[in-house]
């Protein structure tokens, strides 16, 4: 009995490492500057390339593919004074959320449809999706900063639930890396 207790540990053991040993894949992310307080880290998707479109509106980031079959990808990020320090999507209150909703999706096309999601570390996401499911609009506020995902195909076909899942994927593993002044 005592041989085969040993047996299992072993064989349990084994398997703890090896699972531990795929695990630690490293992935390499890209430095995207925004300010001299705040930078992005992004995991850019295989086959896309990082265009900087940077203006004194905003900050936004183009992700393009020279195959015109992968969504075109923009990031933005804009700070938002109207909200305290600190905010987050998840901290606020259901009449917030229906301001946001009108404000900055339904007011513009009352087509949109609005539901919620996470990503992997359980930060909300608003997703606005158009009504042809050809773009679609990953919405959060953090720190002081609104951030917008536009995902989106050239050609107006219908996006894939694996092309938002991926999107999801992207944005779970952004780091916003706030420096000290």
Do not use: H
Not at 4 to 17: E, F, K, R, V
Not at 174 to 181: A, E, H, M
Request: glycine share 4%.
């Amino acid at each position: 009995m005592k041989k085969c207790i040993s047996i299992l540990l072993c064989l349990a053991l084994c398997l703890s490492c090896a699972a531990a040993l795929a695990e630690t894949v490293t992935v390499e992310k890209t430095e995207l500057k925004v300010n001299d307080s705040l930078t992005l880290r992004a995991v850019i998707p295989e086959g896309y390339e990082v265009v900087d479109l940077t203006d004194e509106d905003g900050i936004f980031y183009a992700f393009g593919s020279k195959d015109e079959t992968k969504p075109i990808l923009m990031l933005s990020l804009g700070v938002d004074d109207s909200w305290p320090v600190g905010t987050k999507l998840n901290t606020l209150s259901e009449e917030e959320l229906k301001g946001i909703e009108n404000s900055k999706f339904l007011d513009i096309d009352p087509d949109v449809q609005i539901s919620y999601t996470e990503t992997a570390y359980g930060t909300k996401l608003l997703v606005a999706t158009d009504a042809d499911k050809s773009a679609v609009v990953f919405y959060t506020l953090y720190e002081g900063y609104e951030i917008e995902f536009l995902l989106t195909m050239s050609n107006g076909t219908a996006l894939s639930q694996e092309q938002i899942d991926a999107s999801v994927k992207f944005l779970s593993d952004l780091d916003l890396v706030f420096t000290q002044k």
